[in-house]
């Protein structure tokens, strides 16, 4: 194919992403997985059936690293009131330090992009990832109109 196609560039860029969060979250002892989770949550707690699907994990992936958060003293976990069938996930207050840690980068990244970019260029952005969003959870549709061709 002559023409990059949108998934090609949209995975290249997201691997160049997360080897940079990798290699910045590698210099805290920690992983661009743990920085996500640790952003992801919520300081009144996060009931752990909600996170995998806020951070995009399969529940196999985010079991274990939980476990590893756990392990680490990052996060403790606690029966939900609400819900006695569910566990809430919580920071402890070195989890709380290093979700700092996550969102300095995260910023500072962020910070970056938008002083190379004009307020026009941002905005086109975000349309284009909201289009790509929208297409990609309405894939059926696509699939139906591609036998039709």
Same mark, same amino acid.
């Given at each position: 194919?002559?023409?990059?196609?949108?998934?090609?560039?949209? !995975?290249?860029?997201?691997?160049?992403?997360?080897?940079?969060?990798?290699?910045?979250?590698?210099?805290?002892?920690?992983?661009?997985?743990? $920085?996500?989770?640790?952003?992801? +949550?919520? *300081?009144?707690?996060? *009931?752990?059936?909600?996170?995998?699907?806020?951070?995009?994990? /399969?529940?196999?992936?985010?079991?274990?690293?939980?476990?590893?958060?756990?392990? !680490?003293?990052? +996060?403790?976990?606690?029966?939900?009131?609400?819900? $006695? !069938?569910? +566990?809430?996930?919580?920071?402890?207050?070195?989890?709380?330090?290093? !979700?700092?840690?996550? =969102?300095?980068?995260?910023?500072?990244?962020? =910070? =970056? %992009?938008?002083?190379?970019?004009?307020?026009?260029? %941002?905005? %086109?952005?975000?349309?284009?990832?909201?289009? +790509?969003?929208?297409?990609?959870?309405?894939? /059926?549709?696509?699939?139906?109109?591609?036998?039709? %061709?």
């Amino acid at each position: 194919m002559k023409q990059e196609t949108f998934d090609s560039a949209l !995975r290249s860029t997201w691997q160049l992403v997360s080897r940079m969060y990798n290699k910045e979250a590698s210099k805290f002892n920690s992983t661009m997985a743990t $920085g996500f989770a640790l952003l992801s +949550i919520d *300081p009144d707690g996060t *009931p752990s059936t909600t996170l995998g699907p806020k951070m995009g994990m /399969e529940s196999t992936s985010l079991s274990r690293l939980l476990s590893t958060m756990e392990e !680490r003293k990052l +996060i403790y976990r606690t029966q939900n009131p609400n819900d $006695g !069938r569910s +566990i809430l996930i919580h920071l402890t207050s070195f989890g709380k330090e290093k !979700r700092d840690d996550s =969102k300095a980068v995260v910023l500072h990244f962020n =910070k =970056k %992009i938008e002083d190379s970019l004009s307020t026009e260029k %941002i905005n %086109i952005f975000f349309e284009v990832m909201n289009c +790509i969003k929208e297409n990609s959870q309405n894939f /059926e549709h696509f699939t139906t109109e591609l036998k039709t %061709i």
